[in-house]
Every structure is written in C-alpha cells, then in structure tokens.
C-alpha cells in the first residue's frame, strides 16, 4: 500500500527510511503508551489529520501512529531542507500520502501544504498538527472553501504560536488552534533541551571543529536560546548573551554568562546562534565587525534571522567551504561561514532533536489531535492551551518509562495547601 498521489523523490529509498522510522519508534516509550491508552478507541476511525513538519523518522512515526489509529494522514514539509528523503519514500510506502522532497524549491512548500490541506479533508473532516501556522495560514487564505471541514489545529513552534494569537488578535482565526508549544512537556524539554543538544552536534558535525575555549554568541535567551547556552558552556565554549528584554538579559548574567549588545558581541564573537523567532538579528552592520572565520546559524523558527540575502550580494567569492557550509569572502578578505543556509540549523545539517525529547513533544501532539477530534464543538476558534491535567500524564509516563516516579500529596496537604486558617 502507497500514499496515493505522493510527491516524493525516489520511492527505491524506503528501506533505509523504514530503518529510521523503526530506531525512533523503539525509542519513544511515551507516544506508544499514548497510543495504547488512548488512540485506539476509534476516534481517529475516518478522521484526516494533515500533518507540516520536517519530514524525519520522528515525524514519520507520530504520522505512523496516527494512520494505524484509523486517520487518514497527509504529510507535507513547510521547507525542502527539512525533507529526508529515504524517511519521505518509506512513509509513503506505509500508505501516508505524503508532499515532500529535499530537490524542492522553497516555494513548493505552500503547494506541498495546499496538496496534504486536500488530501486530509478529502473524505471529510480534518484537524492539523502544524508548523509555523503553515497550514492554518493556507486554509485561511488560498484553500478558504476547506475550513468547513477542519476541527481544529495544533500547533508545534513558538513562532507559529505567534502568528495564531495575531490572527486571534484580529479576529481573523476561524479555528480552535491548541497551543502545543506552550505545553510545560514541549518547551521546557523540546525547546530548551532539544534544541541546546542538536544545535551545537549540528554545528560540531558540520564543521569538525570544536567549541571549547572559542566565543559562543548566543542571540536570544528564550528556553531555545537558554539550551543553546547551557549546552555551550557545557562544551568548555565562553557564552555571551544578546537580548532586547533585559530582565532576560539580567536572567542570563546570573547564569553566569556575559551580556552584551549584538553590536558588540559582533567584535569579539566566533560562532553566532540566532534564536529569537524574529528577523534580521545579523545583517550588515554585524557582519562589518566580525572577525575573520566568523560561524554563523540559526537555530530559530524563521529562516531570516541572518541576512543571507545581504550576504550574498555583498560578498567579493561564495564557496561551499565544506557540505552545510557556505563560505562568504568579504571584499576586505573577511571569511564569514554560513552553516545551513541560515534556516533551521538542527534540521538542515543535522537529524534535528534527538529521539526522546520528540517523542514527549509529539505524544503532546497526538493528545492536542484527540482532544481536538474530539471536542472541538465545545471549543471557540481561537488559541487555547493544553489542559494541565494532559502535561501531568505525559510527564508521569515519561517517569514510569524510565523506572522513576513522583510522589502524591496527601489529603492532609491538600486541605493545607487549599486552606488560609493555619
């Protein structure tokens, strides 16, 4: 059984996919125990979930799970740099229509979206388990005749997150929307350390060097940018901070980390993170003082954080210096070094966050879609927040699944807790 009507780049890859697919989902005790507790009560039966994520083996596995609970799933990659290949071929071979392939344009990504938006809610009704709001920007703007049919979106990423209560703001969101990234099992693990640990592998795998001792400028402290720090300093590296909200910035000082403003951390930093989901963090002003053999990557949720543009036409020669790595010779001599094109870091040169942290990011995910398939008519269009209750069995599972646990309070701390006399 194939994904009908997939976009894929060569179906001859699946085995080394299914290879993926198989060590990720030995790995994710949590989705399969929220698979086993809750998704084969036949609420999925029928049900199209359209899936926009970077096409990897955890993807494939939550999209696996979901299609074996009776979805009809569809998958598409917001951006050709998150697609592997092989993953994309053995999903589509387990009957996943899936809208993906690395040899894309960025521009394919709206078409990908558009075809798994069609896909999903061909037999009827749908929710979304999305990216950056991708999906839900697309189905309210070019495919508006299919918001009918949607229940609801879930949504993965801080910047999506962003964009969802923007359009709550404007009274433009006509869907519930979960916020999935604000669930304390998502950012607190996904964001802070999923993101330290594969950003810098990435960065370490890419370029074969070494960050201890080097200057480590790390642009937002967010829990992506809190990781990317921790992990940093970890490795032996000399963190400095940049942040426009200074009781973050005061936040990273007691960390114990240095503070300063981007214009300055410029002058005396070697290897620059971006992570603060906004644009133009470097442009050419920074670019003007850095050194010679300046790193560059983003780790954030939009992929113009660097101005790669300005980059480009300024620079006197571009190389591929080494595979990930492009090299940007200034007119002055300067060599500026690009790694992953400035998008997404973990996932354009690397295999993105590693398998555990996924899986309580994505049983998080699969809990958003039940809960959304279930009892979107009581919920009003707009940004709601996973019920705490949710977070709580997740994060036990996650315990009992390593052999650890929690305490209970008991009846006489409760009545304390809930009580003022005493």
């Known amino acids: 059984m194939r994904g009908e009507n997939s976009v894929v780049k060569d179906p001859a890859l699946a085995p080394e996919g299914h290879r993926k697919i198989e060590w990720a989902a030995a ?28 096409v990897e083996a955890k993807t494939a596995y939550l999209a696996a799970v979901l299609a074996e ?51 999903a809610t061909a037999g009827g009704e749908a929710v979304l388990i999305d990216d950056r709001a991708g999906l839900t920007r697309i189905a309210h703007t070019t495919r ?6 949607l229940r609801g979106a879930s949504e993965e990423t801080t910047s999506g997150v962003v964009r969802l209560r923007a359009m709550e703001r404007e009274g433009v969101l006509e869907l519930p929307a979960i916020a999935a990234n604000d669930a304390r099992c998502k950012y607190l693990f996904d964001n802070r350390y999923g993101t330290g640990q594969s950003t810098l592998a990435a960065l370490m795998q890419s370029t074969n060097l070494m960050l201890g ?11 992506c940018g809190k990781g990317i720090a921790r992990y940093a300093a970890g490795l032996g590296a000399r963190v400095t901070v940049c942040e426009v909200d200074p009781v973050r910035g005061l936040e990273a000082y007691a960390d114990g980390f240095d503070v300063l403003p981007a214009l300055r ?4 930093g070697e290897v620059f993170v971006t992570a603060t989901g906004n644009r133009r ?12 053999g300046a790193l560059l990557a983003n780790a954030g949720g939009v992929d113009v954080e660097i101005d790669v543009g300005w980059l480009r036409s300024a620079a006197a020669r571009v190389r591929e210096a080494r595979r990930h790595v492009e090299e940007f010779v200034m007119p002055d001599g300067r060599r500026l070094r690009l790694v992953g094109g400035g998008m997404v870091v973990n996932l354009t040169a690397g295999d993105g966050h590693p398998v555990e942290i996924m899986d309580l990011t994505f049983a998080i995910q699969a809990l958003c879609a039940y809960r959304l398939a279930r009892e ?26 390593v052999g650890m646990g929690v305490d209970a309070l008991t009846e006489e701390q409760r009545r304390f807790l809930a009580g003022w006399r005493e």
């Open 213 to 223: 001792g080097k200057r480590v400028v790390v642009l937002g402290y967010g829990w």
């Open 281 to 292: 963090v470097l442009g050419e002003e920074h670019f003007a003082r850095m050194r010679d």
């Open 144 to 149: 508006r005749g299919l918001l009918p049919r």
């Open 27 to 54: 790995h994710s005790p949590v989705l399969a125990a929220v698979r086993e507790r809750y998704l084969k009560d036949g609420t999925f039966d029928g049900l199209g979930v359209g899936v926009a994520l970077p």
């Open 376 to 401: 979107h008519a009581a919920m009003r269009p707009g940004v709601h927040l996973l019920p705490r209750e949710i977070d709580d069995e997740v994060a036990r599972l996650k315990l009992g699944a």
């Open 265 to 268: 951390a410029a002058e005396v």
């Open 69 to 119: 609970a009776g979805a009809r799933v569809a998958v598409a990659a917001p951006l050709p740099s998150v697609v592997q290949d092989d993953v994309a071929a053995a999903l589509a071979e387990r009957g996943v229509a899936v809208f993906a392939t690395s040899e894309g344009a960025p521009e394919d990504a709206d078409r990908w979206m558009e075809l798994a938006l069609e896909a």
